[in-house]
């Protein structure tokens, strides 16, 4: 995974959930991001209730990874081709950088650099980090399939970062903005439940699934959201089921485009709404390893660590929802040029890598 640290940014659009269980012992699915920011938002003013439970990469039988069917996933399936591919360019862009940018060259932090040269690759899914011995060390509490950097700051509880974004989500329309696009697409109803055949789903070795619904997905926008209206004509057209107007749209790629600190332009970047169990690519992230139950209120925001498998358990009717809205945020402690290195390195998939890996 891309070791800038990825933050992740939740609004929670919950529904009537009273609680969830997030961080269980992890399972050997790969980590996504150590820090995670989240804002939580329910619907109808009830407490929810966090539970954090995070612990190192298990090798244990149970520990599999039930991977999804996208051929691209950097979760599941292309980490190491992301390594190699990372490995091959790096050399050059570090030339091109001191060439064009000499002054700021010379204070690159090389901590990036190193992870991809020192990276022995990810058969066994990621768990780089086995050669630490130190049992205390937070690397290994983390366990990112594709890159780990290890120089970057962690907290279990974090409540100084990102204040910035918490404040234009509670500024916001969030929810309402959400939830409307949601209802045009026929993902969302309040009597008829969720179409669920229009959500990307994985599942876990609980049987467990996770659905989420992509704003932006490793990097590219989903073309949904970006397609223009349909033809006025169209027999077929229905405002209430399989379109979605252009001033929808617009005001939520615009609420997410903007958002502070958004992991943009890099293929560790994800906007998604979630349900239930969700996993990222990246150890971007902070420091992950223990239990830890923080209480959620309407309008709160709080920081976390989250570098491990995150688990969302409702207490809830089956047919009623709970909905989170999850961003990923840069690491504050990464340098610009860090970043920019990251998105050179690990840009968004194209139609000629897709190729090169199929």
């Known amino acids: 995974m891309v070791q800038s640290k990825r933050v992740q940014a939740i609004?929670?659009?919950?529904?009537?959930?009273?609680?969830?269980?997030?961080e269980r012992q992890l399972l050997g699915l790969d980590s996504s991001t150590?820090?995670?920011?989240?804002?939580?938002?329910?619907?109808?003013n009830h407490e929810i209730i966090e539970q954090e439970k995070r612990g190192s990469a298990g090798n244990s039988p149970q520990a599999q990874i039930s991977s999804c069917n996208n051929p691209l996933c950097i979760r599941c399936v292309r980490y190491g081709y992301l390594q190699k591919n990372a490995k091959s360019k790096l050399s050059w862009i570090l030339w091109d950088f001191k060439t064009r940018f000499p002054s700021k060259f010379s204070s690159l932090n090389?901590?990036?650099?190193?992870?991809?040269?020192?990276?022995h690759g990810s058969s066994d899914n990621g768990s780089n980090n086995s050669k630490n011995s130190n049992s205390n060390s937070p690397l290994l509490l983390q366990n990112p399939t594709v890159l780990m950097v290890s120089d970057l700051p962690s907290k279990e509880i974090v409540t100084d970062w990102h204040q910035n974004t918490y404040e234009y989500l509670s500024q916001r329309s969030t929810r309402r903005i959400v939830f409307d696009v949601l209802r045009s697409l026929c993902l969302y109803g309040d009597y008829d439940?969720?179409?669920d055949?229009?959500?990307?789903?994985?599942?876990s070795p609980q049987g467990q699934v996770w659905k989420v619904f992509h704003i932006l997905n490793q990097g590219s926008w989903n073309p949904i959201l970006l397609d223009e209206d349909e033809d006025d004509d169209d027999e077929n057209k229905n405002d209430n089921n399989n379109s979605i107007s252009c001033?929808?749209?617009?005001?939520?790629?615009?609420?997410v485009r903007n958002i502070p600190g958004l992991l943009d332009n890099c293929i560790f970047g994800n906007v998604f709404i979630s349900k239930i169990y969700h996993c990222g690519p990246t150890n971007i992230l902070t420091y992950n390893g223990h239990a830890d139950e923080t209480q959620m209120m309407k309008g709160r925001t709080t920081d976390f660590v989250g570098g491990g498998v995150h688990e969302n358990?409702?207490?809830?009717?089956?047919e009623?929802?709970?909905?989170?809205?999850?961003?990923d945020l840069w690491h504050p402690s990464l340098q610009d040029m860090e970043k920019t290195l990251l998105q050179q390195l690990y840009p968004p998939f194209t139609s000629s890598d897709s190729k090169k890996i199929s």
């Open 34 to 44: 150590n820090l995670k920011i989240r804002y939580n938002n329910n619907n109808n």
């Open 313 to 318: 358990e409702p207490d809830l009717d089956p």
């Open 247 to 255: 001033q929808k749209k617009k005001l939520l790629l615009d609420l």
């Open 197 to 203: 055949n229009d959500w990307t789903e994985n599942d």
């Open 11 to 22: 609004h929670s659009l919950s529904f009537d959930v009273q609680r969830i269980q997030r």
């Open 110 to 119: 090389q901590r990036i650099p190193n992870s991809i040269q020192q990276q």
């Open 320 to 327: 009623q929802a709970r909905i989170v809205l999850i961003i």
């Open 193 to 195: 439940g969720w179409g």
